[in-house]
DNA sequence: TGTATGTATGATCATATATTCAAATATCGT
DNA sequence: ACGATATTTGAATATATGATCATACATACA
């Protein structure tokens, strides 16, 4: 069914002391690294990952993110609408500001355990 | 003792809800991006990201990771050397092997709580 | 000592990404 | 309706990054 070529032994270390097994069921076992690698890519930019620790704070208007990170509101809008496009965050209209907060349990959860080492260099 | 300049009320949104002193000290409260930014982008690449997982899941040589990700023993050696010069995996030498493993308990932590949540798509 | 195996490295290239700039859109107050 | 404020968008550019190739290095074994 797969269109995988079949794993050959010859493409193992020899002499290796895992198995022919071993290697194949690793390459089972591997889970689709998409989504995961997409989140970490994310929240591997600092100016991105500066605005996901202030939405976990707070929430805040684009203008104002500007300010606190020395950037231009025409860049971290940028950013932030990578951060919506992957449900990150998400955008209040109030006024005629756009008021952004965060929009997953889930980035609170890695960025707490993230920022709990930090400074363990 | 700051070089900064000092902010100024002019670049804050007026009459926004948050007062000047909330974005001074929010300017004040944000830590360090540095380190925890370079950690998600390590883990922000599908091959490295995958690398990962391995050796949280156990020991192995340049070659077999190669095999296991479908991937040239070249590649696979630059994305080691980025994670070995961030202490986010050990090698060891094992005759003319080099077999890694984890050197982080940090990075297990992190990838346990991304995966958890993964395929919540 | 020579050869095969296993890994690391440097150069190159193609692509992806962050930032800036100019301009468009939208909302509020007068 | 007009001007000021706030945000978004697209294009252009410079830089960063991942993959490949050729080659160097290092170890084991005959």
Redesign the interface.
Known sequence: MSCEPE?ERE???EA?E?DFR??EE??A??????????????????TR??IL??LW??R??V??LA???DSSVSNVSHHLRLLRAMRLVKATKEGR?VVYSLDDD?VE??MS???K?????
Do not use: R
């Open positions: 794993l493409d193992l270390c290796h895992v071993s290697v690793a390459k076992s591997l889970p689709d690294m998409g989504y995961v690698a997409e989140l970490f890519k994310a929240m591997g930019e600092s990952l500066s620790y202030l704070k707070g805040w208007c203008h104002d300010t606190i990170l500001k889930h959860a890695l355990e993230a920022f080492h930090a400074g363990h260099s």
